[in-house]
């Protein structure tokens, strides 16, 4: 909290108040309260030496400061600081458990190490709770099956059962509490039946507002790490020159763009005839190729034809030909800045099991003719952005996706996204650390069965 030159005070951070000029004794109660753990009375005491005026007018700060989640609270059980409450709001506050009732961890909450201690906090909730000791922890782990305050009491030994009653009050404010009924079975609301706990806390972590840190183009790396390099090497195989296919006559040859958005269709099985080198190349060029434009009246400078966030590409193209006419059987690496293919290995295990692995993600009785692995390199998405980094690369995968659609439908090739691939399988067989550069998305691509229909 910094005092400005007008009296008022800037509360900067997380959350971010300005208060009107108080007075020196208020101004007193505001430093004790931003320097360390202070009781209420303690406060109304440092805040009333001048009059009763001015302990109100604390009180109605304080309300202010929980009201935008400026405070927290901390539970002390015989000195030892159980847990604290952070931000505890008046909006969170609540009756708590009664006696008697039995209640669990809601299966959305989680804990990690943080600071020295252990965060419980839940994608439900914007409260979070800090444990600094091992007692917060152990009443957790008691809390794996419907307890009540006295019977959870009765477990962790040196926590009285009033610190145990307020402890449970705590966690039900940060929504990481839920009540068992007879049976022992917990309550959980309609809405959240068919939510996945890791979808539910990604969807909330990568969303207004952020839970902690922030959100967006932050470049928080900046001091830290390197920045990555805009463009990545290419791998030291044989290098395959594909040909640049001619965009004008490809704009007479393709059908009008409504009826190629109508005609888009996921198809999965190939027909006899090979997908040929010649169209995967144009495909390519078409769909995720390296131009050259002006964005946003700025300097020329590299552009896909997809659009990317802070047109960083983070995404990277490998195909897998299993049946491509005129392309030996392995996998490869397109390089966009040469539009060129780059053979990084044959039919290894590892490759034949991302085709099989194909096979059953869409059902096929065979295996595709062409696999397309879209990676991505992690670190230059959150390098610069906070909080929503993997989520926009998803995003990133979305819209390449659709542009492949779209030009393999206006090509007439048979194109199909896949729900799902092995991230795993795919390091092994790239050789590429999955943690700098990982599989996001994979993509069927070949001659359909039916060339009526194409």
């Given at each position: 909290?910094?005092?400005t030159?007008?009296?008022?005070?800037?509360?900067?951070?997380?959350?971010?108040?300005?208060?009107?000029?108080?007075?020196?004794?208020?101004?007193?109660?505001?430093?004790?309260?931003?320097g360390?753990?202070?009781?209420?009375?303690?406060?109304?005491?440092?805040?009333?030496?001048?009059?009763?005026?001015?302990?109100?007018?604390?009180?109605?700060?304080?309300?202010?400061l929980?009201?935008?989640?400026?405070?927290?609270?901390t539970?002390?059980?015989?000195?030892?600081?159980?847990?604290?409450?952070?931000?505890?709001?008046?909006?969170?506050?609540?009756?708590?458990?009664?006696?008697?009732?039995?209640?669990?961890?809601?299966?959305?909450?989680?804990?990690?190490?943080?600071?020295g201690?252990?965060?419980?906090?839940?994608?439900?909730?914007?409260?979070?709770?800090?444990?600094?000791?091992?007692?917060?922890?152990?009443?957790?782990?008691?809390?794996?099956?419907?307890?009540?305050?006295?019977?959870?009491?009765?477990?962790?030994?040196?926590?009285?059962?009033?610190a145990?009653?307020?402890?449970?009050?705590?966690?039900?404010?940060?929504?990481?509490?839920?009540?068992?009924?007879?049976?022992?079975?917990?309550h959980?609301?309609?809405?959240?039946?068919?939510?996945?706990?890791?979808?539910?806390?990604?969807h909330?972590?990568?969303?207004?507002?952020?839970?902690?840190?922030?959100?967006?183009?932050?470049?928080?790396?900046?001091?830290?790490?390197?920045?990555?390099?805009?463009?990545?090497?290419?791998?030291s195989?044989?290098?395959?020159?594909?040909?640049?296919?001619?965009?004008?006559?490809?704009?007479?040859?393709?059908?009008?763009?409504?009826?190629?958005l109508?005609?888009?269709?996921?198809?999965?099985?190939?027909?006899?005839?090979?997908?040929?080198?010649?169209?995967?190349?144009?495909?390519?060029?078409?769909?995720?190729?390296?131009?050259?434009?002006?964005?946003?009246?700025?300097?020329?400078?590299?552009?896909?034809?997809?659009?990317?966030?802070?047109?960083?590409?983070?995404s990277e193209?490998?195909?897998?030909?299993?049946?491509?006419?005129?392309?030996?059987?392995g996998?490869?690496s397109?390089?966009?800045?040469?539009?060129?293919?780059?053979?990084?290995?044959?039919?290894t295990?590892?490759?034949?099991?991302?085709?099989?692995?194909?096979?059953?993600?869409?059902?096929l009785?065979?295996?595709?003719?062409?696999?397309?692995?879209?990676?991505?390199?992690?670190?230059?998405?959150?390098?610069?952005?906070?909080?929503?980094?993997?989520?926009?690369?998803?995003?990133?995968?979305?819209?390449?996706?659709?542009?492949?659609?779209?030009?393999?439908?206006?090509?007439?090739?048979?194109?199909?996204?896949?729900g799902?691939?092995?991230?795993?399988?795919?390091?092994?067989?790239?050789?590429l650390d999955?943690?700098?550069?990982?599989?996001?998305?994979?993509?069927?691509?070949?001659?359909?069965?039916?060339?009526?229909?194409?």
């Open positions: 909290m910094t005092p030159t007008d009296g008022r005070r800037a509360l900067q951070g997380r959350v971010q108040l300005v208060l009107p000029p108080v007075s020196t004794e208020v101004g007193a109660a505001l430093d004790a309260l931003c360390g753990l202070h009781g209420a009375d303690e406060l109304t005491g440092l805040a009333s030496r001048a009059g009763v005026a001015d302990a109100a007018t604390l009180q109605l700060l304080l309300k202010a929980g009201t935008h989640g400026a405070l927290s609270r539970l002390l059980s015989e000195g030892i600081p159980l847990a604290t409450l952070t931000p505890a709001t008046p909006r969170a506050s609540g009756p708590g458990p009664g006696q008697g009732v039995r209640h669990t961890l809601s299966r959305f909450a989680f804990t990690r190490p943080v600071d201690g252990t965060v419980l906090e839940t994608p439900l909730s914007a409260t979070r709770v800090w444990m600094p000791t091992w007692h917060g922890p152990a009443l957790l782990g008691a809390l794996a099956t419907p307890r009540s305050s006295e019977e959870l009491g009765a477990l962790v030994p040196g926590i009285s059962t009033e145990v009653t307020v402890f449970l009050r705590m966690l039900a404010e940060a929504g990481v509490l839920t009540e068992a009924g007879p049976d022992g079975a917990p959980e609301s309609e809405a959240l039946t068919t939510w996945e706990f890791h979808d539910l806390l990604f909330s972590r990568s969303r207004w507002p952020p839970r902690e840190g922030g959100t967006g183009a932050t470049y928080r790396f900046r001091d830290r790490v390197p920045k990555p390099p805009e463009k990545k090497e290419p791998p195989g044989e290098m395959l020159a594909l040909p640049v296919p001619d965009l004008a006559e490809a704009r007479r040859r393709d059908p009008p763009f409504t009826e190629v109508e005609r888009r269709r996921s198809i999965r099985e190939h027909g006899p005839r090979r997908v040929t080198l010649a169209e995967l190349g144009e495909l390519l060029y078409r769909a995720v190729g390296e131009r050259q434009a002006a964005l946003q009246g700025g300097p020329v400078r590299e552009a896909r034809p997809y659009p990317a966030g802070g047109g960083l590409y983070e193209v490998y195909v897998i030909a299993h049946q491509c006419e005129g392309l030996e059987r996998l490869y397109y390089r966009p800045e040469n539009h060129a293919l780059y053979r990084m290995t044959g039919a295990p590892e490759v034949e099991q991302l085709l099989k692995g194909a096979v059953t993600g869409a059902a009785s065979e295996s595709p003719q062409v696999l397309l692995v879209l990676t991505a390199r992690f670190a230059t998405v959150a390098w610069k952005y906070e909080s929503m980094a993997y989520a926009l690369m998803l995003k990133h995968v979305g819209v390449i996706f659709q542009t492949l659609y779209m030009v393999a439908t206006a090509m007439g090739l048979a194109p199909c996204a896949l799902g691939g092995r991230a795993d399988v795919f390091a092994r067989a790239s050789g999955p943690l700098v550069e990982g599989s996001v998305g994979e993509f069927l691509l070949g001659a359909p069965r039916d060339t009526s229909k194409s």
